[in-house]
T-cell receptor, first 113, second 115 residues
């Protein structure tokens, strides 16, 4: 049973650049949530996608955008990268309600220099 | 007030002891409660879920929920060095406006079990 897969695992970008992170949800899951985890902090909710639409969003600027495809996979895009965007980006998938817990991918470590 | 608060730690216990981790949450509309374990450099792994008041036991782990006090805890009995990790409390509750629900995490508590 394939779990949540994320790519790439590591990424180094320069300030001002744009980045795209990818996620395939666990089989049977149709909802994808993205989180940012800075060092020493808990994961912070960025946004959630369901039925190819952004269903809800956390306190992140519009530089953070996303997309969900018909096969439920998802992308996270970050424009105009800042040094403060350096973090572990986690993708989590769940069933529609999400109340039974999220399954996380292994994450993408983004470093902005 | 933060939505989910954990005792920040770090917490250090000897091998074989009981480790106690605590969490409080602010939204009374929250419905589901989880504990995730995160090893350094890895992603969170779900270890316990609890949905109603009381205790829930799974092996060496016991989760406790008190909705009246808005309090969740995790007890780890017979702690092992392999339990050394950051433990994240997560609460599934309504987002602003209340029409959708999301999982909100605390900052995490770093647990070290000393041999």
């Amino acid at each position: 049973d394939a779990g949540v897969t994320q790519s790439p695992t590591h990424l180094i970008k320069t300030r001002g650049q744009q980045v795209t992170l990818r996620c395939s949800p666990k089989s049977g899951h149709d909802t994808v949530s993205w989180y940012q985890q800075a060092l020493g902090q808990g994961p912070q909710f960025i946004f959630q996608y369901y039925e190819e639409e952004e269903r809800q969003r956390g306190n992140f600027p519009d530089r953070f955008s996303g997309h969900q495809f018909p096969n439920y996979s998802s992308e996270l895009n970050v424009n105009a990268l800042l040094l403060g965007d350096s973090a572990l980006y986690l993708c989590a998938s769940s069933g529609r309600t999400g109340g039974y817990g999220y399954t996380f991918g292994s994450g993408t470590r983004l470093t902005v220099v | 007030q933060k939505e989910v608060e954990q005792n920040s730690g770090p917490l250090s216990v000897p091998e074989g002891a009981i480790a106690s981790l605590n969490c409080t949450y602010s939204d009374r509309g929250s419905q589901s409660f989880f504990w995730y374990r995160q090893y350094s450099g890895k992603s969170p792994e779900l270890i316990m879920s609890i949905y109603s008041n009381g205790d829930k036991e799974d092996g060496r782990f016991t989760a406790q929920l008190n909705k009246a006090s808005q309090y969740v805890s995790l007890l780890i009995r017979d702690s092992q060095p392999s339990d050394s990790a950051t433990y994240l409390c997560a609460v599934w509750g309504p987002n602003r406006g209340g029409s959708n629900y999301k999982l909100t995490f605390g900052k995490g508590t770093l647990l070290t079990v000393n041999p």
